[in-house]
């Protein structure tokens, strides 16, 4: 989006006590129109047919509690059973494909879902609103319960100024640089200010490419499985990884002179074994074949 000069942003929504909050009934009838069988739904009501919840307190049982919604918590089914229930909302945003974001192949995607985890992706500040309102609609009809206070939506365009831009007062817009957590992933996230606290914690370049491994690079990984990284963006992130490793320096401005040639910088064997972005992600493309 910065790239291209889009003005588009992500709204992550929350849902207050998302699978609690999940009415029985339309999720039987989602069940239904899903056509997953007379058996299965037999089932699937047979586990949630009176259901009965002790409190423990100080080592004794509370009384009976007697739940009318939701679904199990730790329950392995009610995962699925929930990503079942939110699928009308999905289905509801994709007949609004103008309101979402355009692929560079042409394709448009209005939201993402994973479980509770969900987000918008809108093509405008006017777009955003509509689908909010979608949402909305869906809640009332579903026991859903949206929490505005915590939605967060980011600005996806980082040459736009998130002071300049107006939600309406129904959208809570945080800046492009500011972290915003999804599925254990920083989105917005300032790669190199992040390398800086590790700058002095490891003192032998050995150190150095552990920490890199173990606390950098992993939550690289987490995300370029699902997500194409252009080679401009890969450049980048291989001269931090040297310059830190190798220089121990943490500013895209510091100056470094490395003692060992290129080619032996990455050689497991030979050379020092330093992370080369590039092919983990041949690797990783190699293993969706």
């Given at each position: ?10 709204t ?18 989602v069940?239904g ?37 939701g ?6 089914l ?6 079942l ?36 992706l ?7 609103v ?15 319960r ?10 996806l365009?980082g040459?736009?100024?998130?002071e ?9 817009i945080?800046?492009?640089g ?11 996230h300032?790669?190199p ?11 032998t ?18 995300v ?6 252009p ?16 220089g ?13 040639a ?24 190699l293993?969706?074949?």
């Amino acid at each position: 989006c910065t790239l291209e000069d889009h003005d588009h942003y992500a709204t992550f929504l929350d849902f207050s006590k998302a699978y609690d909050m999940v009415d029985q009934s339309f999720l039987f009838d989602v069940l239904g129109e899903m056509n997953m069988g007379p058996s299965f739904l037999s089932w699937v009501r047979l586990l949630y047919a009176s259901p009965v919840a002790h409190l423990i307190f100080n080592g004794a049982l509370g009384p009976a509690i007697r739940p009318t919604c939701g679904v199990k918590q730790g329950c392995p089914l009610s995962c699925l059973l929930f990503v079942l229930y939110i699928e009308p909302l999905g289905a509801m945003l994709r007949q609004h494909p103008h309101l979402g974001m355009t692929t560079p192949d042409g394709d448009t995607i209005t939201s993402i879902f994973f479980a509770d985890d969900s987000t918008l992706l809108s093509k405008d500040l006017p777009a955003a609103v509509e689908q909010l309102a979608i949402v909305e609609e869906f809640c009332a009809v579903s026991g859903a319960r949206l929490n505005q206070a915590k939605c967060q939506t980011l600005v996806l365009n980082g040459h736009l100024n998130p002071e300049d831009t107006d939600g309406g007062g129904l959208l809570n817009i945080v800046p492009s640089g500011q972290p915003i957590k999804y599925l254990g992933v920083m989105f917005g996230h300032n790669l190199p200010q992040g390398a800086q606290q590790w700058g002095c914690r490891a003192r032998t370049l050995q150190g150095r490419r552990l920490l890199a491994n173990t606390v950098m690079l992993s939550l690289l990984w987490h995300v370029t499985k699902a997500t194409p990284v252009p080679p401009e963006t890969v450049d980048t992130w291989q001269s931090m990884l040297c310059r830190y490793i190798l220089g121990r320096k943490t500013l895209p401005t510091d100056k470094y002179r490395p003692l060992v040639a290129p080619p032996l910088q990455f050689d497991p064997e030979l050379g020092l074994g330093l992370p080369h972005v590039a092919s983990k992600l041949r690797a990783q493309r190699l293993q969706l074949l």
